[in-house]
């Protein structure tokens, strides 16, 4: 049951309720889709860049409580970052929810609360999606990213 | 057990022995996570008695050889078991004739021989294919595609609250441009089971034919293709305590007759020259290549080991599995149970209000029971109801009450930790 407890802290649910950044920006500078066919994950990601700065990130969408609670960390913690900074902490996070490596988490501040994910192989798609989303509308993608 | 029937009238036919069931399907007697499984995801594909997996073992250690074409001892036995089974699969479905059996990789695969054969041939601009609301995606995208294609019409009737098919409107929905009516006998989502025979007289009085896809309708009770009058029948092995990779499309053979070839290769010919091919004649005609052999064998034992199953037995303790499930479900608290037809199989769709099914799902893995979380392969279906997805307990005659307590255990854990 611990590994159930690390997977569902409770700041994972509590941003799972109350998702932050949960919302559209108007004229952004790039947006863009993401879906899970599996379980139906449906996500909006939207990004207003100022330079290669992130003046703003959010999201809209529905899907389960990892995923929200994802894409609400995602966008907490980038809002300001450059967009190398971003690459680079989706790098980590890949890393620590991929490939179970825990180390990355001292460096990923609020995201650490996700590295419990890795022990759950069927769900790291979920905590994943909205990160491709984000790469996605970063490379001015226009097909809708898919996790399968 | 059939002699103890005929023989003592008087008796009462034995109980349903569960336990005795269960010790067939050895992978049911395992833990998860350190808990009993609980296999409550049959829909998606149901586990395989010892017998099924036995035959395909001695298939390839003693008869392996390729079918229809040696002249040796092992190229005759397999020849000899691939079209045994389609024998006992033609008796097992009442089907008039073995030719009327098509071995196809699964029920996707037969839908799809059919729309690329049968609808390619009869279907043109302004035509209609009729489904309705609750068909799987595959009974919906090789309609699409062939409409898509043609410039045809893709028809669809509706379903009420509860899931259940609104028949007169599927009637009204028959007209002069209907080419054919491709419906689901049993909902893989909702459990609802449809009156398929009302269907097949209603098209049938417009000329029209009609294709039942039972993939989720033959592990629950028996069928009889030609009682139904159904032109076309699909199901997939694997749902039916088989293996993998088989599935039979049931057609009847002056419509299969009339059916161009819908791939190409080895075994579909009777000869060929760069100028002129012939066709083989039914079924082979429309199975190109080397065939599922193994598949088709364990397919045939499934069928037997279902020859032997005691089915009033087996429907009755399915019954009793579906009303507890049910009365247990629908004591907790936020559950809403989606899909409520009076006439249904043990498949129990339902959502859990502030918890996405996902979450639901790892949760329950934990507790050691398998369900199957998301839109089913039914989007439409989920659009109609309006949510995006449903944790759903499918059964079997191999599941047990106990199982049940574990999955309402379960949900009262998904409640504590979404608190």
């Known amino acids: ?148 | 057990m059939s002699g103890a029937t005929s023989t003592q009238a008087v008796a009462r036919p034995a109980p349903f022995e569960v336990e005795r069931v269960r010790r067939e399907f050895p992978i049911l007697a395992q833990r998860v996570h350190g808990k009993p499984l609980a296999y409550l995801d049959s829909a998606a594909t149901s586990q395989k008695p010892q017998s099924v997996v036995d035959a395909m073992s001695r298939y390839y250690l003693h008869d392996n050889a390729n079918v229809h074409r040696g002249v040796y001892q092992l190229a005759e036995r397999a020849t000899a078991a691939y079209e045994g089974a389609r024998e006992r699969v033609a008796r097992y479905l009442g089907a008039a004739d073995p030719r009327e059996i098509v071995f196809v990789r699964g029920t996707t695969e037969a839908v799809n021989l059919v729309a690329q054969a049968f609808g390619r041939q009869n279907v043109g601009p302004g035509d209609e294919v009729l489904i309705t609301g609750m068909e799987h995606h595959s009974n919906i995208v090789p309609w699409y595609m062939l409409a898509q294609e043609k410039g045809a019409r893709l028809v669809v009737a509706p379903l009420d609250d509860r899931g259940v098919l609104e028949v007169d409107e599927l009637e009204r929905r028959i007209g002069p441009r209907t080419r054919l009516v491709a419906v689901t006998h049993v909902s893989n989502t909702l459990g609802t089971v449809n009156p398929v025979r009302r269907i097949v007289e209603a098209a049938h009085a417009h000329g029209v034919p009609v294709l039942l896809d039972g993939a989720q309708a033959v592990p629950h009770f028996r069928v009889d293709v030609r009682e139904m009058g159904c032109d076309f029948y699909a199901f997939s092995g694997h749902k039916l305590f088989g293996p993998t990779g088989i599935g039979v499309l049931y057609g009847k053979a002056a419509l299969l007759d009339a059916m161009p070839p819908w791939q190409g290769g080895g075994d579909m010919i009777l000869s060929v020259t760069f100028e002129r091919v012939l066709y083989n004649r039914i079924p082979y005609k429309l199975e190109a290549g080397t065939p599922d052999i193994a598949g088709a064998v364990g397919l045939g034992a499934a069928v037997d080991w279902l020859q032997r199953l005691d089915w009033a037995g087996a429907q009755a303790h399915e019954r009793d599995l579906l009303a507890y499930a049910t009365a247990r479900l629908s004591e907790i608290p936020g559950l809403r149970i989606i899909g409520t037809a009076p006439d249904k199989v043990s498949v129990i769709s339902f959502v859990l209000e502030g918890v996405h099914p996902h979450d639901i799902g790892t949760i329950l893995d934990r507790e050691g029971v398998a369900v199957r979380v998301g839109h089913h392969c039914t989007q439409p279906l989920m659009q109609r109801f309006g949510v995006p997805a449903t944790a759903r307990a499918s059964l079997a005659f191999y599941n047990t009450r106990e199982e049940i307590d574990a999955l309402a255990t379960g949900l009262g854990r998904v409640r504590e930790v979404f608190r």
Request: with cysteine; hydrophobic share 35%.
């Open chain 1, 1 to 148: 049951m611990s590994e159930l407890q690390d997977l569902y802290q409770e700041v994972i649910l509590d941003h799972g309720r109350n998702p932050r950044n949960f919302r559209r920006i108007e004229k952004p500078t790039a947006e863009a889709e993401g879906l899970n066919p599996l379980c139906g994950d449906h996500y909006h990601v939207y990004l207003r860049l100022d330079g290669d700065r992130i003046a703003d990130v959010s999201f809209e969408g529905a899907g389960c409580a990892i995923s929200k609670a994802s894409a609400s960390l995602m966008t907490s913690t980038l809002k300001g970052k450059t967009v190398a900074e971003a690459k680079e902490t989706f790098e980590r996070f890949q890393r620590m929810v991929v490939e179970g490596d825990r180390a990355q988490a001292q460096s990923l501040g609020k995201l650490a609360v996700l590295k419990g994910v890795c022990d759950f192989p069927t769900r790291v798609k979920c905590a994943s999606l909205v990160w491709h989303t984000l790469q996605s509308a970063l490379k001015g993608e226009e097909k809708p990213v898919s996790t399968e």
